[in-house]
């Protein structure tokens, strides 16, 4: 009989967190997980899931006026959008719930607390009452320490803050109170162009807020292919968002009704004033706190250091997800967990994720995704690249449901002619990835993909064309 109370111990039931105890528990780990708010951690509770459900109101309104091309009349005087930010809560609520079951029928221990790592396989807990506190704060009960062979660090990340654009939770909001207002503001301003703050532009453009986008560098979505990006531009610039590339923010000024930011492009100084504003600059590691100095885990500028199966410095020890310096991704976080419990289990999996087979996606409209070198990074690196691009009108799919506008590009090696990367914007981009990272991932050539019979009409057909314009004989364009 073991001398530990678990075989593995999760700090944090995120969706690196949950899926790796259970894939433990598979595997015959006996298994614990602490959480201090709510099973699913932010992807769930305060991140993918209820901002998506907010999108898909946020596309409910916009398709108003294609209903009224058709001679509908819609009347939205009375939208209440206390009732789009309950639905999104319950979403997120009933998937919360349904990984507290799922870890329920997995035989694995859910145990709401704080957890502090006091040594090598150790945790000091300190349990929520039932009822009690969603943050976790102290119960009243006494702490208690867990044991187990194993340790896995899964605590996330946490919205950055900016020197002088620190949140007030009122006026200058992170993505989590955005996610948790209940009423509008009229006009907002969006520092950072990213995908977290490309999906609220939308969002909150859709329901009528007066939208500014600001974005130091030279292109929104800046992870993402240029091309693929212009397509956000030029239809978010058609829904009425005011956009700022290559543009700096320099200071702000909350002492007034709403708030004042000074920005400067290219010498030019200009002042932007808007009811609140969202500071969406990414994400940073929830590193401290939790007990890794007291047994010496390696960090570097606040993330874990990690090995080919997420093991750290110290031994018995793993991490993953966000509190490493992989891409902060849910899926990412997910594999990770995966192959951390599999190694403790004596398993063979494979070694850390190739960053080249990582698919992102941005769920604004039209919506992005993406995997591999950009253009400009294959071009960068001295690759003999060579591109293969389809217009989305190309498919008559497209046409028929008046989703046009968008591209499928494909980035190979011109003597190889192995697949380097892929990129589609439009309708439905992040399904339509993984078509091409399987592709990549099965070693495939793009004639693979251009002989491969696709139905007909669908989206999916502009993959086809693309690779098929590689292979030098594209159909429709």
Not at 49 to 60: M, V, Y
Not at 124 to 136: F, I, K, N, V, Y
Not at 416 to 422: A, Q, V, W
Request: aromatic share 4%; proline share 4%.
């Amino acid at each position: 009989m073991s001398d530990h109370d678990y075989d593995v111990l999760v700090l944090g039931a995120g969706p690196g967190g949950y899926v790796a105890a259970i894939r433990a528990s598979q595997l015959g780990l006996r298994a614990g997980i602490i959480e201090r708010e709510a099973p699913g951690g932010v992807c769930l509770n305060w991140g993918c899931i209820p901002s998506k459900a907010l999108i898909h109101q946020a596309g409910l309104v916009r398709s108003v006026a294609d209903l009224e091309k058709i001679g509908a009349r819609v009347d939205l005087k009375g939208l209440d959008y206390t009732a789009v930010h309950r639905k999104s809560r319950e979403a997120a609520q009933k998937l919360s719930k349904g990984v507290q079951a799922l870890l329920k029928k997995n035989r694995i221990d859910y145990i709401a607390g704080t957890g502090v790592i006091t040594g090598p396989g150790e945790i000091l807990l300190q349990e929520t009452r039932e009822g009690g506190s969603p943050s976790g704060e102290a119960s009243g009960e006494a702490a208690r320490t867990l044991t187990a062979r194993y340790l896995l660090i899964a605590t996330g990340s946490h919205p950055r803050e900016l020197p002088g654009f620190e949140f007030d939770h009122k006026k200058v909001l992170s993505s989590r109170d955005i996610l948790g207002q209940k009423e509008l503001p009229k006009s907002l301003v969006i520092l950072g162009a990213g995908a977290i703050g490309m999906e609220f532009a939308y969002v909150m453009n859709a329901f009528g807020v007066q939208v500014t986008v600001v974005e130091m560098m030279d292109q929104i979505l800046p992870l993402e292919d240029e091309d693929a990006a212009e397509v956000v531009t030029k239809a978010f610039k058609r829904y009425g968002i005011t956009i700022h590339t290559g543009t700096r923010a320099l200071s702000l000024d909350t002492t007034g009704q709403g708030i004042s930011l000074v920005v400067e492009k290219t010498g030019s100084q200009e002042t932007l004033q808007a009811d609140q504003l969202l500071v969406a600059v990414g994400r940073a590691p929830n590193t401290t706190g939790i007990g890794l100095e007291t047994v010496g885990v390696a960090l570097d500028r606040g993330f874990v250091t990690v090995g080919d199966y997420c093991q750290t410095s110290v031994p018995g020890i793993y991490a993953i997800g966000d509190v490493t310096a992989s891409p902060l991704l849910a899926h990412v976080a997910s594999k990770e967990g995966e192959i951390a419990v599999e190694h403790m289990a004596g398993e063979s999996p494979e070694k850390r994720i190739n960053p080249g087979e990582i698919p992102s996606a941005v769920y604004c409209e039209p919506q992005v995704a993406s995997f591999g070198l950009t253009e400009r990074a294959a071009r960068e690196q001295g690759v003999p690249v060579e591109v293969a691009s389809f217009p989305y009108r190309g498919a008559g799919k497209s046409v028929a449901v008046e989703k046009s506008e968008g591209l499928v590009k494909i980035i190979y090696d011109g003597e190889t002619r192995e697949i380097l990367g892929g990129h589609v914007a439009g309708a439905d981009a992040t399904e339509l990835i993984h078509e091409i990272l399987l592709a990549k991932k099965a070693e495939l050539l793009p004639q693979d993909l251009a002989t491969m019979i696709h139905a007909h009409p669908t989206l999916s057909e502009a993959v086809m064309e693309a690779a098929r314009k590689a292979e030098g004989w594209a159909i429709h364009g």
